[in-house]
């Protein structure tokens, strides 16, 4: 099964919610009352589905919109609108970098940075890996498993030991092998905010004092089937420190989606990879546009959009065109 049929199979209970909410004929305020309650009711949150309301109603308004199915693509190009990833939000990918990989137990933040690794390696890069968490049990153990699977090189210490002292090694294997990526598992829970602040930052602090040509980013992995919680671990994460963008995981049967909109749309931070499954291949870069048809299912004929607008303008050229005679 190829990955889009992966998500959409995922995104399947939201897609059809969706679905009916646009089977109904007519645009009234039962049709934006089921509208909000159902984009709210997939995890996109309050905030953002009053921007897609609001927006959505102007557009109504304007095109002189009577049927509910006209709305479809007037609805995805406001989420996508909220989504955009650029071509440079990958950059780092290629170059001397370090990535740090942040997030709360049980997200799939060590199954991620497996995947990514062996990725990378498949495109011809050298990647390293640091297991720099070194407070759970068996997170070492977990993540040789992964790197074994991946083909790339572990640098890791014994449990208990300093996270700085792990990325001090790390980063001096990166420099001595001439690695492309390296990435770094770190604690997902300590006792409170300031540990994780003061652990975090003196790990940079290492980077910064013995690799400072590396670019360093910071991506935080969340459980997409956690929706509300995992837009609050990001806002609390990114209290601690900055973040440069998001892998959501476990979008494949439990998760609901929209969360993946609301994140972006809140915290303008931008997802960057998204997990569909445990397999290697499972975890692939985000497009927004992929993203939407999955949430929409089959919904989003452009070009009955673009007549409708075109149509719209003609009308509006004709009543200029009067107005001047």
């Given at each position: 099964?190829?990955?889009?049929?992966?998500?959409?199979?995922?995104?399947?209970?939201?897609?059809?919610?969706?679905?009916?909410?646009?089977?109904?004929?007519?645009?009234?305020?039962?049709?934006?009352?089921?509208?909000?309650?159902?984009?709210?009711?997939?995890?996109?949150?309050?905030?953002?589905?009053?921007?897609?309301?609001?927006?959505?109603?102007?557009?109504?308004?304007?095109?002189?919109?009577?049927?509910?199915?006209?709305?479809?693509?007037?609805?995805?190009?406001?989420?996508?609108?909220?989504?955009?990833?650029?071509?440079?939000?990958?950059?780092?990918?290629?170059?001397?970098?370090?990535?740090?990989?942040?997030?709360?137990?049980?997200?799939?933040?060590?199954?991620?940075?497996?995947?990514?690794?062996?990725?990378?390696?498949?495109?011809?890069?050298?990647?390293?890996?640091?297991?720099?968490?070194?407070?759970?049990?068996?997170?070492?153990?977990?993540?040789?498993?992964?790197?074994?699977?991946?083909?790339?090189?572990?640098?890791?210490?014994?449990?208990?030991?300093?996270?700085?002292?792990?990325?001090?090694?790390?980063?001096?294997?990166?420099?001595?092998?001439?690695?492309?990526?390296?990435?770094?598992?770190?604690?997902?829970?300590?006792?409170?905010?300031?540990?994780?602040?003061?652990?975090?930052?003196?790990?940079?602090?290492?980077?910064?004092?013995?690799?400072?040509e590396a670019y360093v980013e910071t991506l935080i992995v969340l459980d997409g089937s956690t929706g509300q919680n995992a837009l609050e671990q990001a806002r609390q994460f990114s209290t601690v420190t900055e973040i440069n963008g998001i892998i959501i995981t476990k979008l494949d049967g439990t998760a609901k989606g929209g969360i993946a909109v609301a994140i972006q749309s809140e915290l303008?931070?931008?997802?960057?990879?998204?997990?569909?499954?445990?397999?290697?291949?499972?975890?692939?870069?985000?497009?927004?546009?992929?993203?939407?048809?999955?949430?929409?299912?089959?919904?989003?004929?452009?070009?009955?959009?673009?007549?409708?607008?075109?149509?719209?303008?003609?009308?509006?050229?004709?009543?200029?065109?009067?107005?001047?005679?």
């Amino acid at each position: 099964m190829g990955f889009f049929q992966k998500l959409k199979d995922g995104l399947k209970k939201t897609s059809d919610s969706i679905a009916n909410v646009f089977a109904v004929n007519e645009i009234d305020d039962d049709f934006y009352d089921d509208l909000e309650e159902t984009l709210i009711s997939a995890d996109m949150g309050f905030e953002t589905t009053e921007k897609v309301i609001d927006d959505l109603k102007d557009k109504v308004e304007e095109l002189h919109l009577k049927k509910a199915e006209e709305c479809k693509e007037l609805v995805m190009n406001s989420l996508r609108n909220q989504m955009e990833v650029t071509d440079r939000a990958y950059g780092f990918e290629d170059a001397h970098t370090v990535v740090f990989v942040i997030g709360v137990n049980g997200v799939g933040k060590t199954t991620s940075i497996g995947k990514l690794a062996a990725q990378y390696k498949n495109r011809g890069k050298k990647v390293l890996v640091a297991a720099a968490d070194t407070f759970r049990a068996g997170a070492i153990a977990q993540l040789k498993t992964w790197t074994d699977r991946a083909g790339v090189d572990l640098i890791s210490q014994g449990e208990g030991s300093d996270p700085s002292a792990v990325v001090y090694d790390a980063v001096s294997a990166a420099k001595a092998r001439k690695a492309d990526l390296l990435l770094v598992d770190t604690a997902g829970r300590l006792h409170n905010k300031k540990n994780l602040m003061d652990e975090l930052a003196k790990m940079r602090r290492v980077i910064e004092r013995e690799y400072p040509e590396a670019y360093v980013e910071t991506l935080i992995v969340l459980d997409g089937s956690t929706g509300q919680n995992a837009l609050e671990q990001a806002r609390q994460f990114s209290t601690v420190t900055e973040i440069n963008g998001i892998i959501i995981t476990k979008l494949d049967g439990t998760a609901k989606g929209g969360i993946a909109v609301a994140i972006q749309s809140e915290l303008s931070v931008p997802v960057k990879y998204i997990g569909v499954g445990e397999k290697i291949d499972d975890l692939q870069r985000f497009d927004p546009d992929e993203y939407i048809q999955a949430l929409f299912s089959d919904f989003g004929n452009e070009t009955d959009l673009e007549i409708l607008m075109r149509s719209q303008e003609e009308e509006e050229e004709e009543e200029e065109s009067e107005d001047q005679e």
